[in-house]
């Protein structure tokens, strides 16, 4: 069945970096778009940023376009996300996601097309 564990949350300052990683299994890791999605306190989720199975293209949120950095490492089903000059405004419970439509080269940026969710990392950003 789909495994999707996220790690490497936690509290960072105003300005810090953190990255985030995400293991995956159970599907075809390389032939689906992933996304890291969050769910800041009284928001609802939110698509960050997206990367299409073979990795060749990108899409972010404007929020943290310049900022994150999403990747991913087929061959040892990773994904990561590489959060740069973070700000309170991040403060999140951050999930990595596996698309629905089953083509490496297709991402489109919809909540609705992920259906599978890790557990959650937190990133806490605080003075």
């Known amino acids: 069945q789909v495994q999707l564990v996220e790690s490497g949350g936690g509290l960072a300052q105003p300005g810090g970096s953190l990255t985030l990683s995400c293991a995956a299994s159970?599907?075809?890791?390389?032939?689906?778009?992933m996304s890291w999605i969050r769910q800041r306190q009284g928001k609802e989720r939110e698509v960050v940023a997206e990367?299409?199975?073979?990795?060749?293209?990108?899409n972010y949120a404007d929020s943290v376009k310049g900022r994150f950095t999403i990747s991913r490492d087929n061959a040892k089903n990773a994904l990561y996300l590489r959060m740069n000059s973070l700000k309170p405004e991040d403060t999140a419970l951050y999930y990595c996601?596996?698309?629905?439509?089953?083509?490496?080269?297709?991402?489109?940026?919809?909540?609705?097309?992920?259906?599978?969710w890790g557990q959650g990392t937190q990133v806490t950003v605080s003075s």
């Open positions: 996601a596996k698309n629905r439509r089953f083509d490496k080269d297709y991402f489109s940026f919809r909540l609705d097309e992920y259906h599978y």
């Open positions: 159970g599907f075809m890791f390389s032939s689906y778009a």
């Open positions: 990367i299409t199975g073979t990795g060749g293209l990108t």
